[in-house]
């Protein structure tokens, strides 16, 4: 009587661990979605953008964290962060809120034919405001970004 008892215990923990185990696997080694195949479900102007978030930054989060945005605007810098995740810049020179792209890692090479005062579309994943430590200032942080267009502004 003892035997049958001891093999189903066995047993069941055998397609628990298994099961356990394919789980963890599934979720260590998950990948994103990339950025190009995001749906944007909000258009806007870094202008707007900007604008909502400095009037109300509580319902501009609500609004637009954790959505997929298309944002049109002035191309300011594009930096290296950790000298490997190229950011692009966007700002509106009459605001100290900036707009910071993080490009999708498959987008790395479309940053470099980027050049100081060019129009451009972004698209990508809000992350939110984060404001600077010093109070000078913030950024609206986004991330999984990619170019969708780049032009020379109309005088």
Do not use: W
Request: net charge neutral; with cysteine; hydrophobic share 45%.
């Amino acid at each position: 009587m003892k035997k049958p008892l001891i093999l189903y215990t066995m047993m069941a923990f055998v397609v628990l661990a298994v099961a356990a185990g394919g789980y963890a696997y599934r979720v260590f080694y998950r990948t994103k979605p990339s950025g190009s195949a995001l749906q944007a479900e909000f258009k806007t102007t870094a202008s707007q953008l900007i604008a909502a978030f400095y009037a109300d930054e509580k319902s501009a989060s609500g609004k637009y964290t954790g959505h997929a945005l298309e944002v049109g605007g002035l191309f300011k810098a594009a930096e290296l962060f950790d000298n490997a995740h190229p950011v692009i810049v966007m700002q509106d020179n009459a605001s100290p809120i900036s707009i910071r792209f993080s490009l999708d890692s498959n987008f790395h090479s479309d940053f470099a034919q980027l050049k100081p005062g060019l129009s451009i579309r972004m698209k990508g994943v809000c992350i939110g405001l984060q404001s600077d430590d010093m109070g000078l200032g913030a950024d609206i942080l986004f991330d999984r970004s990619i170019i969708l267009s780049t032009e020379n502004p109309k005088p």
